[in-house]
DNA sequence: TCTTGATCCTCCAGTCGCTAGAGAATTTAG
DNA sequence: CTAAATTCTCTAGCGACTGGAGGATCAAGA
């Protein structure tokens, strides 16, 4: 089975944070803004005072890019990111998190349907008047035109 | 047809912040917040500084409620409220602003339900037994789980 | 070698739409 | 009359970035 080391470039040169950043699609000063809140550990620095990273580095920031992309807070990503780096330990916890998480998504996504069905019958009602006739105003200005009320 | 100088009290005494707030749901620093950004008019006061509002300012807030809950931005219902205000212009660009808004909406909803189709797929696939098996921390840390490459 | 432009650094402020707290004044209920 | 509730202003904070100022450093071409 083939490992890192096997591989040509077994020293590779570290990156820095722009190749970082271009690698991962997350751009600088978010990178900085992770390490901040400590999502990232801090970088070790080149005599210039540069920030260098390797290809763990990349892993772990994908993650967190991904994570985030998922919709996952930057909370429950430091908890995934302890467990993905003690990968020995049980899993109920992230399978917890992420059946939480799906159930929120669950729900954004019914509360965005019956929005868009009401914005649509707004716009379909519209007679492209007047705004004194205008649908889209009317439904505004009250609520009892909606189909639903929990929104 | 009834209007409101027909009924008993033609006079009505002003709403307090807190009765404004009550009736509409939106809390008092909110429409505070509200009036400090220009989206309500500033509101009368009485000899001691407190602010009154009446069944004007009821109908104005609802809508504001109303077009939040529905998504649309600040700016946007800054719109809408000017047009409104001005109800002999053509309302087409209510209507403009209203589908766009919708677009808008129906790619969240796409981007959600791919979302959860792929936190869906990382539960179900769990082994519920250590972490290193663990598809949740899997596909997070590997894109290439996904289904789906333009979340 | 010099110079130019790209990249990096830190620090601070701003974004959006609220939300909460401090501390003072006033109103209302018992 | 007193105590509790409400309101006022002002300020700061939330989450998750994003951008700019001002300065240091690096890489490549003439």
Redesign the interface.
Known sequence: MPTMSDLPNSSPTPLTIGALAKQTGVKIPTIRYYESIGLLPEAPRTGSNRRTYDSGSV?RL??IR??R???FEVEAIRQ?LA??D???????E??L???T??AG??S??AR??A??D???R??EG?????????H??EV????AHCLHDR?
Chains 1, 2 share one sequence.
């Not at 003690?86 to 109920?92: A, E, I, V, Y």
């Not at 519209?126 to 205008?134: E, G, L, N, T």
């Not at 505004?140 to 609520?143: I, K, S, Y």
């Open positions: 892993r994908r993650f991904h994570a992309e998922l919709g995934l467990m993905a003690d990968p020995g330990q049980p899993c109920r992230a399978d998190l992420a059946r998480h799906l998504i669950e954004r996504i965005l349907e929005l868009r009401e914005v649509r707004m716009v519209c007679a492209q008047d007047q705004v004194r006739s205008c889209v105003i505004l200005a009250d609520h929104h």
